[in-house]
């Protein structure tokens, strides 16, 4: 029957171009000249049927829908396949090849630490605050009880930055000690006062192992009517322990520093070692004066941290010049 015949041959030609047809606007064509409503070849075939006999339409109308199905079928498919973007012509790309991991930024040791101390004194109740580095002599020295003629003033350990004859309120230095950061606090709140304040503090010394000439502490200060040294001394012991484990032991030994009175050092053994980590002691009453605060009310006790220390021994670091020679080779391992 030629009719069955032409059908044949359309779905052969139809499957031809579906398969060769290799982009979606190609694949559309096809679709628009086999199978489009006004003049795609399906709707000349569909004319064909009336011309068959009687005995002969209920088999050509049943082929025909038959193929007009089979084609749309294939085409969709095909059509799928193109948009999906799995064609043979973007086959090149290999999806079993290992890719280029990208390289990813990391907080610096150093930052990693502060961010550590910050949330464990959070902990503590202890609240976070920040002083300039740049400081006038009242904050740095005056306030906090070193004496004028005292050595810790010499300009060869302190990086001045303008001399009294060039500043109205006297000189000026970068910050030797985060201790200023207690005065700055006491000025402006009324106690009960719990703060530790983490920052640079800069002193001219020879760069080694162990010396840098820009190093960070961690300052803190509590004070409160009845504030006592075995507070601190158990402060400093939990505090140790949340950072290295439950093993580290604290000890003082007694010291001085103008600003505390008694003073101690402090030392952590850690690994079999004792290692000293910062100062610390019951604040003078000279300081409280300074800022307007009455010994005879209150107490406290404060202390300063080496945050490097921590960090290197934390993160097996002997060398502190590592934190600051910006090798992407060291910075990467943390
Ligand atoms: N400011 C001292 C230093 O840099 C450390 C220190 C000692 C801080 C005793 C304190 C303290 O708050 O009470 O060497």
């Known amino acids: 029957m030629d009719i069955l015949q032409a059908f044949s041959d359309y779905l052969d030609a139809a499957k031809t171009a579906i398969a060769s047809a290799s982009t979606l606007e190609e694949i559309e064509q096809v679709r628009i000249e086999y199978l489009g409503q006004k003049k795609g070849k399906a709707r000349e075939l569909q004319s064909l049927i009336g011309k068959a006999s009687k005995e002969e339409k209920p088999v050509v109308g049943k082929r025909f829908n038959e193929v007009r199905t089979e084609v749309t079928a294939l085409l969709e498919t095909r059509r799928d396949a193109l948009g999906s973007g799995a064609t043979e012509v973007e086959s ?181 070692t004792w290692l000293e980590i910062g100062g610390a002691g019951m604040v003078d009453p000279n300081v409280f004066r300074a800022v307007g605060y009455d010994p005879e009310e209150v107490s406290g006790f404060a202390f300063g941290l080496g945050i490097e220390r921590f960090c290197m021994k934390h993160f097996e670091v002997d060398d502190i010049r590592r934190f600051y020679e910006n090798d992407v080779r060291f910075l990467q391992q943390f």
């Open 92 to 272: 090149d790309f290999d999806p079993t090849l290992p890719g280029i991991a990208p390289r990813l930024g990391n907080a610096h040791p150093i930052t990693k630490t502060i961010t550590h101390f910050r949330e464990l004194m959070g902990r503590f109740g202890f609240q976070v605050v920040e002083g300039p580095e740049i400081e006038d002599e009242r904050h740095n020295f005056d306030a906090l009880n070193i004496p004028e003629d005292h050595p810790a003033r010499d300009p060869l350990d302190n990086f001045y930055i303008a001399t009294a004859q060039k500043t109205a309120g006297g000189p000026i230095l970068l910050r030797s000690q985060t201790s200023t950061v207690q005065i700055r606090t006491m000025e402006q709140v009324k106690p009960p006062v719990r703060i530790v304040s983490l920052g640079r503090v800069y002193r001219p010394d020879t760069f080694d192992a162990t010396h840098s000439c820009m190093f960070h502490q961690m300052e803190g200060l509590m004070v409160d009517k009845h504030v006592t040294m075995a507070q601190l001394k158990t402060l400093l012991s939990l505090f140790a322990r949340s950072f290295l484990g439950p093993d580290v032991e604290i000890r003082f030994r007694p010291s001085f520093f103008p600003f505390t009175e008694p003073s101690v050092e402090v030392d952590m053994k850690w690994g079999g």
